[in-house]
């Protein structure tokens, strides 16, 4: 008598959860839509919503419900606008260089290679409530037009602020059916450089106080601090960033998103 095999107990223990059922052509099909979508659950480290974006429309056809557990948002409220706007400001010049590597990436590929490629970026973006978390951002090419253009874009959102909130975006073409992957992809400046802040978080929050209109003793009061420790670092605010005043200070953190 031949001993009885683990994968034999497996499958009597499989037996005993399960019941017959004969699958008809219309439930398999249904069955592949079903196992498509929880894929996509299986795969993404973290929670996530997904859309499809219309290139042409400049607008979302669609927004899973799955984006108010991630930024606390509801599909009706996102904008294309307001969407961009959670990008950390820092960020925002990374989003706009990647973009533009992005499209001359995709431009040399032929419509026929489109397909076998997905984009994928990690940036910082706000929630409702003002935090921020990381967001691990991925997106392909949904449809084409005649020509050969991308009409509509599907991508994912996943957030991956569990992981590290920190740290410079990176940029990466992933691909797919043999095609090779290029991953930390270093994209040319567009209209405006990316530029490392020379100030400090505590400085960052006094600048930003300072825009908001305080004094520099409403600044202490709000902060918890003495009054001697903000006109101190306000004065190496201006000594690090050579400017002379601190309306030149805030014209310069602004256009070089130090805030």
Known sequence: MQPIQPI???KGIWKTHSSVQIHTSEEKARLAIELSNRLVHFFQPGDFYYYLFNVSTLQFDFISPGIEKVLGYT?????LDLLFSLFHPEDQRYYVNYENEVGKFLQSLGPERIFKYKIRMDLRMRRKDGSYTRILYQTMAFDLNDNGQIVRAFGVHTDIGFLNIEGTPTLSFIGFDGEPSY?????SEVLIPIRESPLSRREKEILNLVMEGLLNKEIAGRLNIAKETVDKHRKNMLDKTDCKTSTELVAKAIKNGWV
């Open 183 to 187: 991953t930390n992809v270093q994209a």
């Open 8 to 10: 034999d107990i497996a």
């Open 75 to 79: 599909p009706e409220e996102i904008t």
